[in-house]
C-alpha cells in the first residue's frame, strides 16, 4: 500500500520547497544546504509536516548543530533565523529555519546580529537608533 505523502514531499513535487542538496533526514525535520549560502556551513532545517510542533522542533535542532559546530571549533558562533512571510523576507513559503555558522571577521560590525533584518536598526548603539512606532 503506498504511503501519504507529507507536506514537504508535496511541496517539493510541486516545487514550492526547491532545496536538492539533501544532509540528513528524520521522521520530522529534513536538513538541507543552502543553496545561496550567507557563510560556509549555512544549513535549513526543514519540518517534514508543517505545523508548529515541527517548526519548533527545526529551531531545536539549528540551536543543538549551532552548538556542534562551536564546539568543534567549525565556528565562532552562529546565528539561528526563521523568516515567516513575505513582508518578514520569506522568499521559499515552505517553512524553514537557518543556521547560519559565523566567523570571527565574516563582517565588519557584527553587533545586532539579527536586527539586520532593518538595516537601519541592527546597532542600536549609535545615534541613528530610533525607537518604532
Given at each position: 500500500m503506498a504511503t501519504a505523502m507529507?507536506?514537504?514531499?508535496?511541496a517539493r513535487s510541486t516545487g514550492v520547497a526547491p532545496w536538492t542538496e539533501l544532509v540528513s533526514q528524520d521522521?520530522?525535520?529534513t536538513v538541507y544546504r543552502d543553496a545561496y549560502p550567507v557563510t560556509h556551513g549555512h544549513l535549513l532545517f526543514?519540518?517534514?509536516n508543517n505545523n508548529d510542533q515541527n517548526i519548533v522542533i527545526c529551531m531545536g535542532m539549528a540551536l543543538l548543530e549551532g552548538r556542534r559546530l562551536v564546539d568543534?571549533?567549525?565556528c565562532d558562533s552562529f546565528n539561528v533565523g526563521l523568516n515567516m512571510g513575505e513582508a518578514a523576507g520569506q522568499t521559499v513559503m515552505y517553512p524553514h529555519v537557518h543556521l547560519i555558522p559565523r566567523r570571527v571577521g565574516d563582517c565588519s560590525n557584527p553587533i545586532g546580529g539579527v536586527r539586520g533584518v532593518?538595516?537601519?536598526q541592527q546597532n542600536y548603539k549609535t545615534i541613528g537608533y530610533r525607537t518604532p512606532r
Open positions: 507529507n507536506d514537504l514531499e508535496l521522521d520530522h525535520v526543514v519540518p517534514n568543534q571549533k567549525q532593518i538595516p537601519s
